[in-house]
């Protein structure tokens, strides 16, 4: 495949498989020939450090050991055995124009190296929209990574799957589409791999507040959705959110470590990509705590 000269991830917290439930025409109309997934599957436990330091380390939280309070409080070693992505891309290609623009600036703190020459900013979803926007005007960047945490708040604060929730769905893909817009008045969008991906889900309001960190269906299901010339049109089949980490280094044509259960476990999802020559997507099931699917189903009929 032709690698791709930019790779844009939107990330959105909290957002889970809810995305399928929302009113979201950007999101609608920007993967209306892209792949698409409401089943990949979150890190487990289903926390935002857990699930974005998989993504933007490929490895998963059994190895990276990364939590909430680690990352806020204590920056990305500059020489941690398992590099980010941006110092992957930075090794490989020194001229790359990297970005990492976060609502939770937690995330560009604790698990971006800070010597990489990482354009960054951080503010609430909607200014941070269009700094994200005149950025990728400006600069045109080889990979751009963006968290909106709005929708997080909204889960926490009304629940997951709520009327509340799924309308801040609604306004963040607003703003998920004001970076797509950039991209295509940049003149870059032909060249670009776009990405959204949730970290984790929610539980919904249950009297006891809305929460996420657990293994149900709610929680660990997440939306990850591609759009760019080579994606394949259509659902993939299996996935986890560490797989990001991998579809990355793929798309701009960087060769991928060697798969590792002890380290790097970042797969390129099945469907994803036109390119036939990528290699089986192995289960990692007995890694994540995850039942592989096949055994989940027999369950189900075993019980009826
Ligand atoms: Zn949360």
């Not at 857990?50 to 490929?58: F, R, V």
């Not at 998963?60 to 020489?79: A, F, W």
Request: some cysteine; charged content about 20%.
């Amino acid at each position: 495949m032709k690698p791709y000269k930019h790779v844009i991830v939107m990330g959105i917290d909290g957002a889970g498989a809810f995305i399928k439930d929302a009113d979201t025409p950007h999101f609608d109309r920007i993967f209306a020939r892209g792949a698409v997934t409401y089943r990949a599957l979150a890190s487990n436990p289903t926390i935002s450090a857990e699930c974005w330091g998989s993504m933007l380390l490929g490895v998963g939280p059994e190895v990276h050991k990364l939590k909430n309070e680690i990352v806020s409080s204590t920056p990305y070693p500059v020489d941690a055995e398992f590099p980010s992505l941006f110092r992957r891309i930075r090794a490989a290609m020194p001229d790359a124009v990297l970005g990492s623009f976060c609502d939770w600036n937690s995330i560009t703190y604790g698990i971006v190296e800070g010597n990489l020459n990482v354009f960054h900013d951080t503010a609430r979803d909607s200014e941070l929209a269009p700094v994200i926007s005149a950025f990728v005007k400006d600069k045109k960047p080889t990979f751009l990574f963006c968290q909106y945490d709005s929708v997080d708040g909204a889960g926490h604060r009304f629940g997951y799957g709520t009327k509340e929730h799924l309308e801040r769905i609604h306004v963040v893909d607003g703003l998920v589409n004001d970076v797509y817009e950039a991209a295509e008045s940049a003149g870059i969008i032909d060249d670009t791999l776009f990405m959204v991906i949730a970290d984790h889900g929610g539980t919904p309001f249950n009297g006891a507040g809305a929460s996420h960190g657990g293994w149900t269906d709610a929680e660990k299901y997440v939306t990850f959705a591609a759009a760019g010339p080579g994606v394949r049109a259509g659902s993939i089949d299996d996935m986890n959110v560490r797989d990001l980490a991998a579809i990355v280094l793929y798309a701009l044509g960087l060769e991928l470590p060697a798969f590792d259960e002890d380290g790097w476990t970042s797969q390129i999802p099945e469907g994803l990509f036109e390119d036939v020559n990528i290699p089986a997507y192995k289960d990692i099931s007995h890694l994540t705590g995850a039942e592989p699917r096949r055994s989940r189903e027999q369950h189900t009929s075993e019980a009826l």
